[in-house]
């Protein structure tokens, strides 16, 4: 690869990564009042306090998204319990955690990466969740957006033989077939990156496709901060006004009219000790001089009554669930789902896009295992909520459901909120209705019903 175009790439994604590390510094509650501040860029001599007061809003609401839709794993069915099995065995622990990284990942940064590969050293199925300011994917022309090209680009801190710290830039480019590697002296905070690779690195891959999966936040690619960032900007500076002025309100302002002393270490060393303050005599024979005081005013009501819009439009614009509201005691299932319904459109425009990444991970999974037909297998995905539920009435549907014989045993199974593992309970249902009904064959036998040679012993 042309080093001229990598050091193009480079420069022209700097805007793209600056965006990115603003939005990663709101997720860590370090927003930009922390940076600005409140105070006038002159002097004022009744403003002391600076106070830069950030509030986590987008993290709490990142939180609960994530949470809401990924505290349960997604669940995939195939139609063949084999193939469950493996592809559950191939995906690991991590799989859950991962999960919930790329949302939080496409949650800050509009899109979250997966990158796949298989270990070199015992050939297993491996992948993990690629920071979203080292990807810029190359799709083709055409409206379905194939990903045919992906360039990776990160810093890497490496110890010389004698200990010394140096900084390297990693510049990767992939495509289906092999991979391109480049190690840059340096780093991308423009201090000196040298654009001569000192090590070169090219290897094939046999994974038939370029191996990182995309994970949208929404179909427009839109963060969810941009929809509140505003909002947390002045919540933040009418908190960091209120601190300051609650400082600066504590100290008198002295206004001091033909002072008679020296200068103004005289004249607090006055105030303090004989607690008076001596003033200029005029020709007249009558003092001219006078101490006044001034102090600042806080209008509390004014700032608690628009703390508390901002607040309520945070969470309005960022579909989160509303905070301290105690009326869902004992409400019912329809009453919680009507509380939900925000942050449900929100995790649901989510989930769509999720989905078809999830459908393409769990193909490569699929064509690692030698599965046939792995490009038509009919994959179905199962998502369950994290939320307030009304167990007594869940329970109530479930049983009712299972009398009418309205659906399947399978079904009230993979839909019931404490199951995990669908085909593991199933299988513990089948072995105790097993276990019941020899219990009730035994307990029938021993009563005269009937031996197991089904001999009659009347004549």
Request: hydrophobic letters at 30%; a negative charge.
């Amino acid at each position: 690869m042309d080093i001229n175009k990598i050091k193009r790439i480079i420069t022209q994604d700097y805007e793209r990564r600056r965006q990115i590390a603003i939005e990663k510094k709101y997720y860590e509650n370090d927003n930009i009042i922390k940076i600005t501040g409140i105070l006038p860029a002159d002097t004022d001599p009744l403003r002391n306090a600076d106070n830069r007061v950030s509030h986590n809003f987008h993290q709490l609401i990142t939180d609960e998204k994530v949470a809401y839709m990924f505290t349960n794993p997604v669940l995939f069915d195939t139609g063949d319990e084999n193939i469950n099995k493996q592809i559950t065995r191939t995906l690991g622990d991590d799989f859950k955690s991962e999960s919930a990284y790329l949302c939080t990942n496409a949650t800050n940064n509009k899109v979250g990466w997966l990158h796949y590969w298989i270990d070199s050293d015992d050939k297993s199925f491996q992948y993990a969740t690629v920071e979203t300011e080292q990807c810029l994917p190359q799709f083709d022309g055409k409206l379905k957006k194939k990903l045919i090209g992906f360039y990776r680009y990160y810093e890497v801190v490496e110890d010389d033989e004698r200990y010394n710290i140096k900084s390297y830039v990693i510049f990767e480019f992939w495509d289906n077939k092999h991979c391109e590697k480049y190690k840059f002296k340096g780093n991308l905070q423009g201090t000196g990156l040298t654009y001569m690779p000192e090590a070169y690195e090219e290897f094939e891959h046999e994974l038939g496709d370029v191996p990182f999966i995309e994970f949208k936040n929404n179909r427009n690619m839109i963060s969810d901060l941009k929809k509140y960032k505003d909002l947390i900007d002045i919540y933040d500076k009418v908190m960091s006004g209120y601190a300051n002025d609650l400082e600066d309100i504590q100290q008198l302002i002295y206004i001091l009219e033909n002072y008679g002393g020296e200068d103004l270490k005289e004249f607090l060393g006055e105030l303090k000790r004989f607690k008076t303050v001596k003033t200029e005599t005029g020709a007249d024979g009558r003092t001219n001089g006078g101490l006044k005081t001034l102090s600042i005013e806080i209008p509390v009501e004014a700032r608690n009554s628009i703390l508390e819009i901002l607040k309520k439009q945070i969470y309005e614009s960022g579909q989160a669930l509303q905070q301290d509201n105690e009326d869902f005691g004992n409400a019912s299932g329809v009453a919680l789902k009507f509380f939900y319904r925000k942050l449900e459109l929100k995790a649901g425009l989510t989930q769509i896009e999720f989905e078809k990444g999830f459908s393409k991970l769990i193909r490569a999974v699929m064509k690692f295992l030698n599965i046939s037909d792995w490009k038509t297998i009919t994959i179905t995905q199962t998502w369950t909520r994290n939320m307030i539920s009304n167990d007594l009435e869940n329970a109530q549907i479930a049983n009712e459901s299972k009398a009418s014989e309205t659906i399947s045993d399978e079904t009230i199974v993979k839909n019931h909120p404490w199951v995990e593992n669908p085909e593991e309970e199933l299988k513990k249902l089948k072995t105790q209705k097993e276990e019941a009904q020899k219990r009730q064959q035994e307990l029938f036998a021993n009563a005269g019903g009937f031996d197991d040679n089904n001999n009659d012993d009347t004549e």
